[in-house]
């Protein structure tokens, strides 16, 4: 199971310091979880100092496909590994609806992510108009296809891809646990077509959409649900950490 916490752009340095300080005293030892929390840009230094030496990783929100280059405003693979990043959340909705990005931009940067040996949370999903046209299926398998076009994996540990309905992220509804197992099916047959049994079997396949601790465990049950991507609340440290014991049942 994995537990990644997607900070978005909450936040500020006094702020953040509070939060991974709450949260390493209230995750603990997460045992088999592996746990990961995604700061702002600006406030990745400062979190890495707090969890190092703790089970808990560092993980950044997004990265641009070039190693380095006139492109303002940006961040690369090679930065995020060298403030010590392990993780790095590609394709998400947010970055999808209101930046433009496209399954071809994610396909580049999953390349270099992987070049720099930093797992990429690869996110998919369908919005509700399209869910509702009963185009659910077909929009995350292209997503998920247009992703990992020309990507080579060797292990389970490279890559995760997150499951995360556009229309549960932040809106208070969630997937239930049968909806989103429908999901993780398709994509673990997606996985397994793509890497055979054994890597494709075990990758991790997260749910993200408004995941609480209320309805972690029911979620996390599910046989291809192997952890979640945590938006609002992994913004208290408490809550974060119920879901962190969730993945434990």
């Known amino acids: 199971m994995l537990v990644a916490g997607n900070w978005k752009m909450h936040t500020d340095r006094e702020e953040a310091i509070r939060l991974a300080e709450a949260v390493v005293a209230e995750v603990?030892?997460?045992?088999?979880?592996?746990?990961?929390?995604?700061?702002p840009f600006v406030n990745l230094e400062v979190v890495r100092q707090i969890i190092e030496g703790t089970p808990i990783r560092l993980g950044a929100q997004n990265m641009h496909y070039e190693e380095a280059g006139a492109y303002t405003g940006e961040v690369s693979a090679p930065m995020l590994k060298s403030v010590g990043c392990r993780y790095v959340i590609l394709g998400h909705s947010e970055r999808r609806q209101y930046f433009g990005e496209t399954d071809?931009?994610?396909?580049?940067?999953?390349?270099?992510?992987?070049?720099?040996?930093?797992?990429?949370?690869?996110?998919?999903?369908?919005?509700?108009?399209?869910?509702?046209?009963?185009?659910?299926?077909?929009?995350?398998?292209?997503?998920?296809?247009?992703?990992?076009?020309?990507?080579?994996?060797?292990?389970?540990?490279?890559?995760?891809?997150?499951?995360?309905?556009?229309?549960?992220?932040?809106?208070?509804?969630?997937?239930?646990?049968?909806?989103?197992?429908?999901?993780?099916?398709?994509?673990?047959?997606?996985?397994?077509?793509?890497?055979?049994?054994?890597?494709?079997?075990?990758?991790?396949?997260?749910y993200g959409g408004s995941v609480?601790?209320?309805?972690?465990?029911?979620?996390?049950?599910?046989?291809?649900?192997?952890?979640?991507?945590?938006?609002?609340?992994?913004?208290?440290?408490a809550d974060f950490a119920a879901i962190v014991r969730a993945a434990h049942c």
Not at 28 to 39: I, K, L, N, Y
């Open 28 to 39: 603990g030892d997460p045992g088999s979880v592996q746990v990961a929390v995604c700061p």
């Open 104 to 206: 071809e931009g994610v396909n580049r940067k999953i390349k270099r992510a992987l070049q720099y040996e930093l797992i990429p949370i690869v996110c998919v999903g369908e919005t509700l108009e399209e869910r509702q046209a009963g185009q659910a299926a077909a929009v995350v398998e292209r997503q998920v296809r247009a992703a990992l076009d020309g990507v080579a994996l060797h292990s389970a540990e490279a890559l995760v891809i997150a499951y995360e309905p556009v229309w549960a992220i932040g809106t208070g509804h969630t997937a239930t646990p049968e909806q989103a197992q429908e999901m993780h099916a398709l994509i673990r047959r997606l996985l397994i077509d793509r890497y055979g049994e054994a890597i494709g079997r075990a990758l991790h396949i997260l």
């Open 212 to 237: 609480k601790p209320g309805n972690a465990a029911d979620l996390f049950a599910q046989p291809d649900v192997d952890g979640g991507l945590i938006g609002g609340a992994s913004l208290k440290a």
